[in-house]
């Protein structure tokens, strides 16, 4: 079992920026995931795919609403994932949530399909 804990999320103005981290763990053997990515969910929104990056080569996928001001890394010393989130809005409240898969998705990082997620940090875009 993976566990996931997310952190860096809180209060921002519009226009402003944030960074948020998840740090991966298990125990019991070494940590392996095919890839890792950020998901949010809105206040009566579905839950929406933001961005996912390849854990051995650091490819990466954006969805359209955040491409070019989100921005996904790792640090595979560390097992963490971070999210880099500049030029706020008030539509990017939400609750943000890290995301882990085991295996490849069968049409590629646009399709990630994640076995672990995190407990979720509430980012709130005041304008």
């Known amino acids: 079992q993976v566990q996931l804990v997310e952190s860096g999320g809180g209060l921002v103005q519009a226009g402003g920026s944030l960074r948020l981290s998840c740090a991966a763990s298990?125990?019991?053997?070494?940590?392996?995931?095919?890839?890792m990515g950020w998901f949010r969910q809105a206040p009566g929104k579905e839950r929406e795919f933001l961005a996912a990056i390849k854990w051995s080569d650091g490819s990466v996928y954006y969805a359209d609403s955040v491409k070019g001001r989100f921005t996904i890394s790792r640090a595979n010393a560390v097992n963490t994932v971070y999210l880099q989130m500049t030029s706020l809005k008030s539509e990017d409240t939400a609750v943000y949530y890290c995301?882990?898969?085991?295996?490849?998705?069968?049409?590629?990082?646009?399709?990630?399909?994640?076995?672990?997620w995190g407990q979720g940090t509430q980012v709130t875009v005041s304008s």
């Open positions: 995301a882990a898969g085991e295996n490849p998705p069968r049409w590629g990082l646009r399709y990630f399909d994640p076995d672990y």
């Open positions: 298990v125990s019991g053997r070494t940590l392996r995931v095919y890839a």
